[in-house]
């Protein structure tokens, strides 16, 4: 028994004897920052962007861009739609969602968009995804949902 005692104290002392300490983490303002490759643009994630154009959507008027590049089943396109009620509306907007395809989103992904920036409270952005197959008659759709609980939809061409 007393064998067993000893074998065990010593092997509780050597273990954390056998342990490397790692050094304390540096400081989080002393870290190396990670380098970045990005290049940053006013005009949207990808450069340029393509005005889609401007409509009526419900009580609101919405005017719609998205980056320039292919729309690529399967892939997505980056979205902004400014928003805004007219001057002697009470109408404030709760929602936007947008898809790209048909009226009834079938094959689609709807996307509720956000308010990126804040200095823009009336652009809301998203990453809309592109069905694959692309309907023939695919379009930008626009869902706004106002504080009301009311729901309008609008349409843009992508412009491809």
């Known amino acids: 028994?007393?064998?067993a005692v000893?074998?065990?104290?010593t092997t509780c002392l050597l273990i954390p004897a056998a342990c490397e300490k790692a050094p304390p983490a540096a400081p989080a303002d002393?870290?190396?920052?990670?380098?970045?490759?990005?290049?940053?643009?006013t005009a949207?994630?990808?450069?340029?962007?393509?005005?889609l154009g401007s409509t009526a959507i419900g009580?609101?008027?919405?005017?719609?861009?998205?980056d320039q590049g292919s729309i690529v089943a399967g892939k997505d396109a980056p979205i902004d739609v400014t928003v805004t009620a007219p001057a002697d509306s009470t109408a404030?907007?709760?929602?936007?969602?947008?898809?790209?395809?048909t009226q009834d989103a079938r094959g689609s992904v709807k996307a509720r968009a956000e308010v990126e920036d804040h200095a823009e409270p009336n652009r809301w952005h998203t990453h809309a995804e592109i069905?694959?197959?692309?309907?023939a008659d695919a379009r930008l759709w626009v869902e706004i949902e106002d504080t009301q609980g009311g729901v309008s939809v609008g349409s843009f061409d992508l412009k491809t």
């Open 131 to 135: 069905p694959n197959p692309i309907p």
């Open 59 to 66: 009580p609101f008027q919405a005017s719609a861009t998205r």
């Open 6 to 9: 000893a074998i065990a104290l």
């Open 30 to 41: 002393q870290r190396p920052q990670p380098k970045s490759t990005e290049v940053p643009s």
């Open 92 to 101: 404030k907007v709760a929602a936007v969602r947008f898809w790209i395809g």
């Open 44 to 51: 949207g994630h990808g450069g340029a962007v393509i005005t």
């Open 1 to 3: 028994m007393r064998f």
